[in-house]
């Protein structure tokens, strides 16, 4: 219908331009020819109208604007999509030929053959492109001229195990701007302070060979300021722990480890802010640990900027071949104090909305040596909005936590290690929280943990709580939610665990934030156990009861998953994701079933979204009625997810996804008030399986995001009625954030 509006508006005279493609063909086999074809799409200028949902609205409304009366509705819609029409008259395709044969000669393929066709059609036309790559040329030998200076040898060592240019690989000029990159790189690690990458220069020479081979070879240019090829090593180090605009002169200063901490008054400890600092007196000027130092610096906590700033001096007994460099370390401070509030409005897939209130007050730099104290108190409602039953119809929740960080490893045996990525930090957290369900129960803990956290490499970060300890006690609990713990041994023996302590870890392998992979992968692993040293401590303190720790029956279990997502990337705005989902709880000893707070639940807006959220399993159940008693039975000890996610852009900010989504939770034991439960052996025709469409609205990261979904497989129907296609009983769901 769009189309057809916009058809009427175009002169007579000429063709929308609806866009080109081409054609890629070569005479060798070429690896990396999808990238070399995207790279001739993006000098394809001008581009289209662009389109949304199909629908050139840009167009439409820019034609309706310049209506002699507009109306108030496109002069608005103009202003925020309106596009100029693109005509054929418009393109300049020889233009486009020339900067086509631009992209292939940088990427070796000389004297390609490039032919254009006119499509022509009812008010639109476009272009067709076909291009015949010849033969790349291929480096034959890669060599660096000789010279006397200290920095020839060493760019000699870094080519040794350079893998960007090499013998047999093809001629292109994006890797040899990338080695010289790498290049400018190794030699600022090095100590060339003042190196730059555009003072090397490579020259290619055809002559010698017959085929298309190219002898390659990289010399520093001419009259290269001496300055640039000398290493410089780091002659003080000059730390201002407390720095502002005003500085005065009258200030104290402190040398540790050769480190100078000049500051009026102790703001940080100089012993606590050394660890930080990796830069050391008189070692060679390092660009990377520099960076680093600034990082390390930055993770504490305690300061807005941090600046490192470095001055070329005369040093004493210097020579041609080495200069001296004077390094300023600037830090300057946060507030001490900060006050946070966070309101929160709340849906649920399960009819379940109300308000949250957070507060947080934060003492940074407690001690003088960068702790932080964060004290946050919550208050949350909800209330169910459709009621299908008498119970469960609104719940209260009320805390208090506080965390202590410590910018630094607390362990009793002292570490001598220098962590040369980051500083380890510790955290002491301890937390109170009452939870009121109506016409169900109240639920009181008490929790506490004590542990490290430290990132070991960019890609890798650790998360350890040797100590972790949840105290629970159930009460009030009304004669109706008793009955339901009497029909289910499962449930009931998962409240009775009031006690659960023991330890945990998680480790994370993140890539997605590193601009040089284009596929990232993303890897994380919890490890939760229960009960270990409980029978120890038991025994210690001597206990009359067996089984419990100051007369709490304490859970026992074994709790374990793992969440991997790879992102591939279609292009710079399209990519499919995909995740993996697998955990698996083993109880024993006091524990019959994981304690209700540990079990594994699916559907919902970030699980299965066809589903709505714990409506899935455990295995084939289903409840017989649709009460707010069936959130409780339906969770397990053992889940299996599996998500498929294309993501592409819609229009400016609004991103579309097509998705589908599989899942289940399961039991490790058998649970009679639970039939069809278990886990078996059959698990794959058990899962539940949807598919749909979303909408996000994504502005830097921030995303809205709506995910229409449809059951496809509906585990808990008898075999030979689970797979069909519900598409009448949709499930929309609302999100912060994206699903995976």
């Known amino acids: 219908m ?28 070429v690896k990396g020819l999808g990238g070399i074809q995207d790279e001739l799409m993006a000098v394809m200028t001008p581009k289209p109208n662009s389109k949304i949902l199909g629908f050139r609205l840009g167009l439409l409304s820019h034609y309706k604007a310049k209506k002699e ?25 020889l233009r486009v030929v020339e900067l086509m044969n631009n992209r292939l000669e940088n990427r070796g393929f000389f004297r390609s053959e490039i032919a254009f066709v006119e499509g022509k059609g009812t008010n639109r036309g476009s272009f067709s492109y076909t291009v015949r790559l ?106 201002f722990p407390n720095y502002t605009l005003d500085e005065g002169a009258d200030n104290d200063t402190v040398t540790l480890a050769a480190i100078n901490f000049i500051q009026d008054t102790i703001f940080f400890q100089p012993r606590r802010l050394a660890p930080y600092i990796l830069l050391e007196k008189g070692n060679r000027y390092n660009s990377t640990v520099s960076q680093r130092t600034s990082s390390r610096l930055s993770s504490i906590g305690s300061y807005k900027f941090v600046n490192i700033l470095y001055e070329e001096t005369d040093k004493e007994n210097t020579s041609d071949t080495l200069g001296g460099l004077a390094t300023s370390i600037y830090l300057s401070p946060l507030k001490r104090r900060a006050l946070r509030a966070e309101l929160q409005g709340v849906t649920k897939s399960n009819n379940f909305a109300g308000p949250s209130l957070s ?41 208090l936590k506080g965390d202590l960080l410590f910018p630094r490893l607390l362990f009793p045996v002292k570490v001598s290690e220098k962590f040369k990525y980051a500083v380890p930090k510790t955290k002491l957290s301890a937390g109170i929280e009452y939870l009121n369900r109506s016409d169900l129960y109240t639920l009181q803990s008490v929790s506490s943990t004590f542990g490290y956290s430290w990132n070991a490499s960019r890609y890798v970060y650790h998360d350890l709580n040797p100590i972790s300890v949840n105290v629970v006690n159930l009460a009030k609990t009304t004669t ?47 490890v939760d156990m229960a009960g270990n ?79 709505r959220v714990r409506s899935l399993g455990p295995g084939t159940y289903y409840p017989d009625t649709d009460d707010a008693s069936s959130f409780f039975d339906q969770a397990g000890d053992i889940r299996l997810e599996a998500n498929l996610e294309y993501r592409f852009p819609i229009y400016s900010y609004l991103k ?30 058990e899962l539940g399986v949807g598919v749909g469409t979303g909408v996000r ?44």
């Open 480 to 526: 109706e939610f008793e009955a339901i713990l009497a029909e289910n041994e499962f449930l009931q023996s998962s409240f009775d665990q009031q006690f659960i302590g023991g330890l945990t870890y998680t480790f994370t392998y993140n890539e997605l934030l590193s601009s040089g992979i284009r596929n990232p992968f993303f890897v994380t692993l919890n």
């Open 134 to 239: 010849k033969t790349p040329y291929i480096i034959n030998s890669y060599q660096l001229d000789s010279g006397s200076l200290p920095v020839y040898s060493d760019i000699a060592g870094y080519l040794k195990r350079s893998e960007f240019v090499k013998p047999g690989i093809r001629f292109d000029l994006e890797q040899l701007q990338a080695e010289r990159d790498n290049i400018d790189q190794f030699l600022k690690s090095k100590g060339y302070y003042n190196f730059n990458g555009d003072f090397l220069i490579f020259e290619a020479d055809t002559n010698s060979h017959e085929g298309k081979l190219v002898d390659l070879y990289l010399r520093l240019k001419k009259d290269v300021p001496h300055k640039s090829v000398i290493p410089y090593e780091v002659t003080s180090i000059n730390v």
């Open 359 to 399: 507060l947080t007050h934060s003492n940074r730099n407690l001690f003088l040596g960068g702790e932080t104290l964060n004290v946050t108190a919550e208050a949350g409602y909800e209330q169910q909005l459709i009621k299908g039953t008498t119970t469960g119809l609104s719940s209260i929740q009320l805390g």
């Open 656 to 685: 579309g996804a097509l998705f589908a989504d599989a899942g289940n939770v399961w039991l490790s034991n058998e649970n009679e008030a639970l039939p069809g439960g278990k886990f078996t052996s059959g698990f794959i025709r």
């Open 69 to 93: 009366r507009p109306g108030f509705y496109y002069r608005v819609l103009n202003k925020k999509i309106g596009q100029e029409p693109v005509y054929m008259s418009d393109v300049n395709p």
């Open 697 to 740: 609205l994504d502005i830097q990261n921030f995303v809205i995001r709506l995910d229409l979904a449809a059951p496809i497989q509906k585990p808990y129907l008898p075999m030979g009625e689970r797979f069909g296609f519900d598409w009448k009983n949709p499930v929309l769901n609302f999100a912060i954030g994206y699903p995976f």
């Open 533 to 611: 040293g409980m029978g120890l401590l038991n025994e210690l303190t001597s206990a009359k009861e067996e089984n419990t720790f100051f007369g709490l029956e304490y859970a026992q279990y074994y709790k374990s998953d793992i969440n991997i997502q790879y992102y591939a990337y279609l292009s710079k705005t399209q990519k499919l994701v995909t995740r993996l989902f697998a955990g698996f709880g083993f109880p024993y000893g006091n524990s019959v079933t994981l304690p209700f707070s540990k079990q594994y639940f699916s559907g919902g807006a970030y699980s299965v979204r066809a589903f």
């Open 2 to 29: 769009v189309s057809c509006r916009v058809k009427k508006f175009i002169p007579e005279d000429e063709l929308l331009y609806t866009g080109s493609k081409i054609d890629l063909k070569a005479e060798t086999k």
